[in-house]
């Protein structure tokens, strides 16, 4: 490998460095480029040939590539390279293609090593797949297309899929005629493909096709929908090597290769290279095998798969999967050459399925770590994203959809529940964070009534109910609108209550803080103690009394008879955060609750914030209960003069900071009588 690569330098280009880490990074002839954060800055320490580029947030592949720092470094590989390839081509492979990573490097005179983007697509998606396949479709489960409002129901369930799908996002179980009649109206007219369900476990593999042969990789079985890793039945979350042999009989394993030789032989025959991946199904209580995806790239799990490869390796003609892949991308004859097999070793990945703070992730990784698990941690925050990728040298399943000791050692790690000395300030906070909604949880959307000028509605109405409110509101709109919550994912949950109004905005989540504050030092209800001072007249102080909550605003929380300002030096954990007159019109007002602070030095350092806010990039579902971190640089200066972060965005891109700025008035409440 080292002196193919001396002719044939590589350079891997990847939003995700853990891609590229299926091979020896000490190859000065093999080079990355990618994001740079803690994870990748760990990895590229000495490392001359890792470019890892900064920026306001995490760039995607195309994106890396369209970088100047990119052009630069590929442009001092070019010059320097003593490559008998040409030097005006330099070689890139990235992690999944695409037309528009196609467009980029054709227009920089890059020579691409991936397979072409429009035949993995072809491949991929679940109904021009059908037609790619042909006589070899036979290997899929029973099967249709037809547009959706065509689909019947005969009182047997059945999978449906829409063309895309990405780890089980697209890939819905039908088990009723109402959930089939809810997609058909909302869908009639799309085309699905429509697959008999087939209960069984999944086994997968990652693959190598050579101008020459098709290599078959190490079989695992595929970990699919577990709690407390993912909310979503169909999201594929991990591989265990060690269960895969426990499972296959000799017929099996036979007709497992002859699906695998069929689907790589084809692709051989459309000018594939490289790596591509199946998953199969094993029919239970039978010997049926049933292809169920192609995956046309590089598998998520190949890098670790080589790593454990490396660890087995017993000579010089054996090489890993990731090794492979690249010698067939480079159309190099390797026949003499063996894949390493591997027995045992797994990998499990935590997706984002519960709003969890940084410090609680950052616990869970160290606690793994210290269970001697290898750890990966994602900066993702997007449902269903990955947030931890962790790794076991042994198997971490008993048997299908079962733990054995070590699966069970890293699920206890993940499984966070509210300590019994955990303040009843955290307990709401972390209910909003988490609704129980239907069979997940889900963070509470933002809503302001400002817009929609409702007048003596109920509080959860308004942008002012408790959680518990929002949660039974939710199950009486439900039952009004025949809306089965349990049939619907964290998404759908958030749509339904966005399209239903049900949030809360600035000034009742710090109304509820305040409250649970309130008891917690007085043993009082907020109620007891705030004043309404900006009621005109006796009948609206009567109706402020007896509805404080609908009628507590940031301009009712600023005034002095509630609060009183706090100096920055002296902020401490319940106190507020005030905007007065913010936005173009300056008739904006926002509040933030200090959840905690950082002290060091026995100074506040890193101020902790929490609050119900929508940003424009938001969209329409995106918005909700959130945190930030405003860090102390200078104690001296203002409070928007300090280094803001939310969001992963900072100054201009921040947009609670951006709101900040443009207030009449900001201080740090506190407030009175506590």
């Not at 799309?190 to 209960?199: A, G, L, M, N, S």
Request: net charge positive; aromatic share 8%.
């Amino acid at each position: 490998m080292q002196d193919i690569l001396t002719q044939n330098p590589i350079i891997y280009i990847t939003r995700d460095i853990e891609r590229a880490l299926g091979f020896t990074l000490d190859n000065p002839s093999y080079y990355i480029i990618s994001n740079s954060n803690t994870f990748a800055k760990k990895i590229a320490t000495d490392k001359t040939n890792i470019l890892l580029i900064e920026a306001e947030k995490q760039l995607d592949t195309w994106e890396l590539l369209q970088n100047k720092q990119t052009k630069d470094f590929i442009n001092k590989i070019s010059t320097s390279a003593k490559a008998t390839v040409d030097k005006n081509n330099p070689q890139i492979l990235v992690f999944k293609n695409t037309k528009q990573i196609e467009k980029i490097c054709a227009d920089n005179n890059w020579k691409l090593l991936n397979p072409s983007a429009q035949l993995a697509t072809t491949i991929e998606e679940k109904i021009s797949q059908i037609k790619w396949l042909g006589d070899k479709a036979k290997f899929l489960p029973e099967h249709k297309v037809d547009i959706c409002k065509n689909i019947n129901f005969k009182n047997e369930k059945f999978i449906l899929q829409f063309n895309q799908s990405h780890t089980g996002s697209g890939t819905i179980l039908v088990e009723s005629q109402k959930q089939l009649t809810e997609i058909k109206n909302k869908f009639p007219i799309r085309e699905v493909k429509v697959t008999k369900f087939i209960d069984g476990l999944l086994l997968t593999n990652n693959n190598i096709v050579t101008n020459q042969e098709i290599i078959l990789g190490n079989i695992s079985y595929q970990i699919t929908g577990l709690e407390p890793f993912t909310n979503n039945k169909f999201s594929t979350i991990g591989n265990d090597w060690g269960l895969a042999h426990k499972i296959l009989n000799d017929k099996q394993l036979v007709k497992y290769q002859e699906i695998v030789e069929a689907v790589g032989k084809k692709m051989q025959t459309e000018n594939w290279r490289g790596l591509f991946g199946v998953d199969i199904i094993l029919e239970k209580d039978s010997d049926n095998l049933y292809l169920i995806e192609i995956n046309a790239r590089q598998p998520a799990s190949t890098t670790f798969e080589s790593q454990l490869q490396i660890a087995n390796k017993k000579s010089d003609n054996e090489i890993t999967t990731f090794e492979a892949h690249l010698l067939a991308l480079l159309n190099k004859n390797f026949a003499d050459k063996k894949l390493i097999e591997i027995t045992d070793g797994a990998q499990i990945i935590f997706r984002k399925n519960k709003e969890l703070k940084e410090k609680q992730l950052q616990t869970i990784k160290t606690n793994l770590e210290k269970e001697n698990f290898t750890v990966i941690k994602y900066d993702n925050q997007k449902a269903n994203s990955d947030l931890l990728r962790i790794q076991s040298k042994q198997s971490i399943m008993e048997n299908h959809n079962k733990f054995n000791k070590t699966g069970k050692k890293i699920a206890d790690n993940l499984t966070i529940e509210q300590s019994d000395n955990e303040t009843i300030v955290q307990n709401i906070i972390n209910h909003y964070l988490n609704l129980k909604i239907g069979n997940t949880t889900v963070n509470c959307p933002y809503f302001n009534n400002r817009r929609s000028q409702v007048r003596g509605a109920l509080a959860v109405l308004v942008g002012k109910g408790s959680p518990k409110d929002l949660e039974e509101e939710a199950q009486i709109i439900s039952l009004k609108e025949r809306v089965e919550l349990n049939d619907l994912t964290t998404e759908k949950i958030k749509e339904f209550l966005v399209e239903n109004n049900l949030g809360i905005d600035c000034s009742g989540f710090v109304y509820y803080c305040l409250d649970a504050l309130v008891q917690e030092k007085k043993n009082k209800k907020l109620r007891q103690i705030i004043h309404f001072p900006l009621a005109k007249n006796i009948l609206r102080k009567i109706i402020c009394c007896l509805r404080p909550t609908e009628n507590f605003g940031v301009t009712s929380l600023a005034h002095q008879s509630n609060s009183q300002k706090v100096n920055l030096k002296d902020i401490q954990s319940g106190d507020f955060i005030i905007f007065l007159g913010s936005g173009p019109k300056e008739d904006y007002n926002h509040v933030m609750f200090v959840e905690n602070i950082t002290i060091e030095n026995n100074k506040p350092k890193i101020i902790h914030y929490i609050h119900a806010y929508k940003w424009p990039s938001d969209g329409q579902y995106n918005h909700g209960v959130r945190r930030g971190t405003i860090e102390i640089v200078n104690l001296e200066k203002n409070i928007l003069e300090q280094e803001w972060l939310e969001q992963e965005k900072i100054a201009k891109e921040n947009w609670t900071f951006v709101q900040a700025k443009s207030a009449k008035e900001i201080f740090v409440g506190r407030l009175k009588n506590t």
